[in-house]
């Protein structure tokens, strides 16, 4: 068998496989000796990568890092690897190109000041660039986020922007697909009127999943501070709170319990694009409501330095 197959996502999350990297190392040197014995090049067969889309960048970087440390062993250029892999998503279109190609394309699109934009760009990107994946293999296309630190929400909107800026300068995106961005701040939802801050914050959430489209619709809650464990709520705090944990929890499942579309049409045919919710907090985890961070009910939570 000339040809090499891997599949990227099987490769790191097989429990079968307690290093992948090694793995990976044993799997091409097995299949790179014969040929050099042989008088063969690498050329003369390919190497197929599938899924490498779904792929952190640490995954991706250990990866082709991997492949150069075989061809370093072995004494061969990684470029004279004929490296095939899936692009532009769905389509049965396929290029032959060096390891290096992908990687810097892949990885170089939009660098990281910080460990935790690290952490949101491999939530992010993959949602924005490779919707149609995630729909082909299952996989869900919404996220609900904690983000806790001093300054948290102001810098996730700063964060934000500088996506959408360089999204749409890139050229390794070419798409129309849009990156929305809705912040609902909860010192702006609240009212003294019974019933009024449970009502401002459902059409803020229903405004924002009304405009979801191909791209990934964000809903940002600043300010869930206010739902502090050791200070006794008031009834509105407490309506409010219990609004607040139906929506989340509606990210997470197949319906959600606000309207998307004008028509009953639309909402049979279920919602289309991404959905993430990034929650935002000046204090510690530990110091919100125990609602707010029970099990299940948040995909991440992540330290803003």
Known sequence: ?????????????????????????????????????????????????????????????????????????????????RLIHDREDLRTVEHAITCSDVLSERIQVIPATSAFETELFDIFIPLLSYYEYYCLYGL??????????????????????????QAAESAYFRTSKKLDLHIIRIEDVLSPYFGESERRLVNMFETAVSTMDQGITCICIEGIHHFDKSKNLEDVDRRLLTTMLLLLDSVTKSDFIVQHGTDSADRTDGIKGSLVVVSTSERHPDDLSCALIRPGRLDKTIFVS
């Open 140 to 165: 869900p296309s919404r996220e609900s986020i904690l983000l806790y630190g001093r300054n948290s929400g102001k810098k996730f909107v700063r964060w934000f922007r500088r996506l959408q800026k």
């Open 1 to 81: 068998m000339n040809d090499l197959y891997i599949d990227a996502v099987c490769l790191f999350i097989t429990p079968l496989l307690t290093d992948p990297e090694e793995a990976l190392q044993l799997k091409l040197i097995e299949w790179l000796v014969p040929k050099l014995l042989t008088e063969l090049t690498p050329e003369d067969a390919s190497f197929r990568i599938v899924r490498l889309r779904f792929l952190t960048h640490s995954q991706i970087k250990s990866l082709f890092g991997t492949i150069e440390q075989v061809c370093r062993l072995l004494d061969i250029a990684p470029s004279s690897i």
